[in-house]
């Protein structure tokens, strides 16, 4: 990760062609281009007059602008420190940096390979980072969620020689209040063949990037815990791999939630949403949320309804949809609402059991409509990502791959309610 500090001597050479006009949004931008096209190994920026959210936000920028994921054995050079000169706001230089760190963890975790990154490493890599900030890491197994009727996670999971892990990472400050419990659901498949629905093989080249979400609430608790954030925040993982067997779940299986709900297969592709119900009725019955959000990368329609850039967002709660769309204007990771709309809920029926899993179009409705019964009626939104967690090509501060989406947006939210 690129090295950004306070310049505390003149050695560094001058880089020139910064603009360092504009708002947070634009200033993230720029240095992201910036950084994306320099050549000098280290240099200095001088950045008088920035303060606030600006600097944070060109800090964030020229992090996440200088970012490369490669397992090459001749990587691309990028450079290595970046020194400021005229900080006169260092609380903003560290909350820059602690946005873009939470990104660059982010966006690790998405791009490992699935060669390593099954949900056991998934869940390693989660122990291993919060343990240090005073974050709580509980790692469930397979014989833990059959006990306790994660029927979801294990079908999803059951077609893979790695087996699945139900992460649970808490977060509790002293003296807070007890009823204020921030809960955030991740979706954590490290890769989706689709099934037995398999995916054609184009589309499943990214699929390793499918545990977007997951990543997104590990790296948000992260960056929440390093801030001391007076705010009581749990991440759930519910992490597998969606794999081809002779032990594969499949169309016309009927499983069994946490809580006892009942879904029809129809579609093993569809199984973001599977493991996300586990999870979802797991913290509505066992951790008393105040608010739950849950963020994955689960319908193809949303990239059809909003493209590439904005993600879309569902909420039971006005007040919480503004909140989420206030936090990733802020953070440069737009939201768009979008309804739950009962007039679909009649595509869920199911003959033989309480909710089809692939109800159809509007896929990205549908799909929400079938994760709300086991919310409890708590204050709930769905965040759908499937748009922006990925990047085709680098462009600013959004790199190839998997962009991070996520991390900074819930971490502002969470912060917002302190």
């Known amino acids: 990760m690129l090295d950004v500090r306070v310049a505390r001597d003149e050695q560094a050479p001058a880089a020139e062609g910064v603009d360092l006009s504009g708002d947070a949004a634009a200033l993230r931008l720029a240095a992201g281009r910036f950084a994306r096209g320099l050549e000098l190994d280290v240099c200095a920026v001088d950045v008088t007059g920035l303060r ?24 691309v050079a990028a450079p290595s420190r970046v020194e400021l000169i005229g900080v006169d706001d260092e609380q903003a230089l560290a909350d820059g940096l602690r946005y873009a760190r939470a990104t660059v963890w982010a966006r690790n975790l998405a791009n490992t390979p699935a060669s390593t990154k ?69 979706k ?55 794999s081809v067997s002779g032990s594969s779940f499949r169309p016309g299986d009927v499983i069994r939630h ?21 999870a979802l009725a797991y913290a509505a019955a066992r951790l008393d949320p105040s608010v739950m959000v849950d963020i994955a990368t689960l319908t193809g329609a949303m990239k059809v309804a909003l493209g590439l850039r904005t993600a879309g967002v569902f909420a039971t709660s006005d007040q919480l949809a503004r909140a989420l ?68 090509a680098d462009d600013a501060a959004v790199s190839r791959g998997g962009t991070g989406f996520g991390a900074r947006l819930l971490t502002h939210w969470v912060e917002s309610l302190a």
Request: include cysteine; charged fraction near 20%; hydrophobic fraction near 45%.
């Open 118 to 186: 099954t949900p056991q490493w998934l869940a390693g890599e989660a122990s291993r980072e919060l343990g240090g900030c005073g974050v709580a890491v509980t790692v469930r197994d397979e014989s833990w969620l059959a006990e306790h009727g994660f029927g979801g996670l294990l079908a999803v999971g059951s077609g893979s020689v790695a087996p699945p892990r139900f992460v649970e990472a808490a977060w509790r400050p002293r003296g807070v209040r007890a009823a204020e419990h921030v809960v955030l659901v991740g």
């Open 52 to 75: 606030g959210s600006r600097l944070a936000a060109f800090v964030e920028g020229l992090v996440l602008g200088a970012y490369r994921f490669t397992r090459s054995s001749k990587p």
């Open 258 to 278: 946490v809580g006892g709900r009942t879904s029809e297969i129809t579609n093993t592709d569809a199984e973001g949403r599977l493991v996300l119900a586990d």
């Open 325 to 392: 769309v206030k936090a990733g204007s802020a953070t440069g990771e737009p939201l768009w609402r979008l309804p739950i709309d009962d007039d679909y809920a009649a595509a869920l029926d199911s003959y033989i059991a309480d909710a089809d899993n692939a109800a159809g179009n509007p896929g990205a409705i549908t799909a929400a409509l079938f994760l709300r019964p086991f919310t409890a009626g708590l204050p709930w939104a769905h965040l759908d990502i499937a748009g922006p967690a990925r990047a085709t």
């Open 188 to 242: 954590g498949i490290t890769f989706d063949t689709g099934g037995l629905n398999i995916k054609p093989g184009d589309s499943m080249r990214t699929m390793h990037t499918d545990m977007s979400g997951a990543a997104a609430v590990l790296a948000a608790v992260r960056a929440v815990a390093q801030a001391r954030v007076p705010v009581r925040v749990t991440a759930l993982v519910a992490s597998a791999e969606n």
